[in-house]
Each structure stands twice: as C-alpha cells, then as structure tokens.
C-alpha cells in the first residue's frame, strides 16, 4: 500500500524525520514525502523514500489555493496512510482534503482532522518523540542523507581549487542561522586561532557569503597557518551536506547543519544561547558536545530563539568562550595529528 508522509517544517526538523521514514518504509515499504523545495534535494536520494513532491507553501503553493491544488494531486494518488509529525492546519487539512484514509499524528488544535491522534512524549530528543508516529517498528533508527558520488566530487573539485586536497583535514564552521540570537559572535576569532593546527571551511548559504568572508579574512596570513576557505554559497545543500560529512568536525550554533552533522556521522561542537538542548533538538551521538551557559534566567528565552536578544545583553552566546570551543574541538579529537 502507498504510504505518504508530510513533512514541511523547518530545514532541521526534516533531517531528524528521517528516521521515521526508514522505520515506516522497513513496515510498508518507501515512502512518498511531502516537503518543501529547499529540503527535496535531501530526502531525493534516501534510501526509505520513493518520490519526494515540493511544496512551497510560502512561494508558488502559497494559500488555501496551493492546498487545495496539492490535496488534488495526493487524491489522486491513493494514498492508503497519511503520518503527519508536523503539527499544523495546513498539514492537518491537505491530508483531510486529499481524502487518505488514515491519517496518524500527534495531537494538537488540529488533531480532530486525523482518524489516529496519538500523544507526542514531552521528553527526549525529537527524532525518538517522532517514533511515536512508527507502528511499532522495531530496530534502532538515525539520522541518514545520502548526497550522491557527483556532489562528493564536486565538493572535492572546490576545495582543490583552492588548495585542499582531499586527504588534508578540516574543521568546518557553519556560522549562520536565520535566528539572529542564535548566532555566536567569536567565529571569526575561533578560525584565527583554529588556523594555526587545522585548516578551516566556512559553509553556509548564498546570505552567509559575507559572514564566510570577514572569518576567512580574520584568519588568513601568517607563516605556518592552515588554508582557511570560505565556501559559503558555492556549493548545493546536499553538496553542503557532503562537505560536513568530510570534516573532522563541525562547529555550529543550533541550527540546521547540526542536523546535517548528525546525519553524515560528523563529530559536533554545538553552541546553544537562546535555546537548550532540553528541547530535544541538540546533538544525538555520545561524544558530540553541546555547549551553554547555565544559570541565565532568561535562558531559554523562546522556542527557536529571536531576532535579537529581548534584554539587549546576549549573554548567552558572548559568554561561550573561544578557548571552551577550542577545549571541545580538542576533547573530540579534531585536532589531533593523523598518521
């Protein structure tokens, strides 16, 4: 039977529903997913998914008409089994609309448009909450991306453009976050540092070019330092994804390349300021690390974390010292010589 799942949240949240997927595909087999444009270059080549089908839904598809229109498309599909782990109106009703027989999630205002509303567990890391959603499937499900043989070439071919070879390590930093409060304010200090052991690559979207630069600039020069690349905006998201999977490590605030680090099997340094690792979206491996200041009592301060800090002071990412990250880099590993 055709199962469909949807899944339109945020870039992160689609990474760490791929478990699921590989629980439900293990049950019915693959499955069809529903997602937006920028995260269907991701699950397009996961092994548990059949057919990935793009919904902008703040583009193109916008509006009750893109729902309509797609609940149309999915009607004719058959679908025998909806699994909707993004609670939202939206989801809810392209599901009810597309007329799929059973419609499992987890319950919420929305709930009354499934015909199965199962209760999501208020602790653990999200990708087990979302196992609530698997029909009992056994075995043990993580994290997986599979970027093609191209991507990882390409990914090559741009670092030796710039003078990296393959076999020569890296530590990558992902700098950015659509959350501005989310952003630790010391990479360009870290790279400074970092360059003098370890070569370096920025990595981010074409908005983090800038960001990539002014690190790359703050860490060049010198005799005996390390090549420092910017590769921000130069590469696909799933090539992006293929570049994490090559470095020694990953340093990233708490947003999506996380996610990518875990899923590519990459060591992790997280940096989390406005939000916690108690939310369940903080790094899933024994061995990874994620650092924060406790203590704050205005920490945390929102679900995903503000534009800007509401008191003014940050102080929860300006107090996450540049030697604590090094000390974490160092603890993982990424930093010791090879061979």
């Known amino acids: 039977m055709a199962i469909l799942v949807i899944q339109t949240a945020f870039l992160g949240d689609v990474v760490l529903t791929t478990p699921l997927l590989s629980a439900l595909a293990a049950l019915h087999g693959p499955v069809d997913v529903v997602t937006t444009p920028i995260a269907a270059p991701l699950l397009e080549t996961h092994p548990a998914v059949r057919t990935v089908i793009p919904y902008d839904k703040r583009g193109t598809d916008r509006g009750w008409g893109g729902v309509r229109n797609l609940a149309r498309r999915l009607k004719g599909e058959r679908y025998a089994r909806a699994y909707l782990p993004h609670r939202s109106l939206r989801t809810a009703a392209v ?37 609530a959603l698997a029909d009992g499937a056994s075995g043990v499900y993580r994290p997986q991306l599979r970027p093609t043989a191209e991507d990882e070439q390409i990914v090559t071919q741009v670092l030796e453009e710039v003078g990296l070879d393959r076999d020569v390590p890296f530590v990558a930093l992902a700098p950015g976050s659509v959350w501005g409060s989310k952003r630790w304010p010391y990479y360009a200090d870290l790279a400074r540092q970092l360059a003098e052991r370890v070569s370096i690559v920025v990595v981010g979207g074409p908005k983090d070019i800038e960001l990539g630069e002014e690190i790359r600039r703050a860490a060049k020069g010198g005799e005996g330092r390390r090549r420092v690349v910017n590769a921000c905006g130069k590469l696909t998201l799933r090539q992006s994804t293929a570049l994490i999977g090559q470095a020694s490590a990953l340093v990233t605030n708490d947003s999506a390349p996380l996610h990518l680090a875990t899923a590519m099997g990459t060591p992790i ?49 300006r107090e996450i010292t540049v030697e604590a990250v090094l000390a974490a880099i160092e603890e993982i590993g990424a930093l010791r010589r090879r061979g």
Do not use: N
């Open 95 to 131: 599901a009810f609309m597309a007329r799929i027989p059973a419609r499992i999630g987890f319950r919420g205002g929305w709930s009354f448009l499934y015909t199965d509303a199962r209760p999501k567990p208020r602790t653990g890391h999200e990708t087990d909450r979302l196992m």
């Open 269 to 317: 340094v997280a940096l989390f300021g406005p939000t916690v690792t108690e939310f369940g979206f903080g790094p899933l491996r024994a061995g990874d690390t994620a650092l924060g200041i406790d203590g704050l009592q205005c920490r945390p301060c929102s679900s995903h974390g503000p534009p800007q800090c509401p008191l003014g002071h940050h102080r929860c990412m």
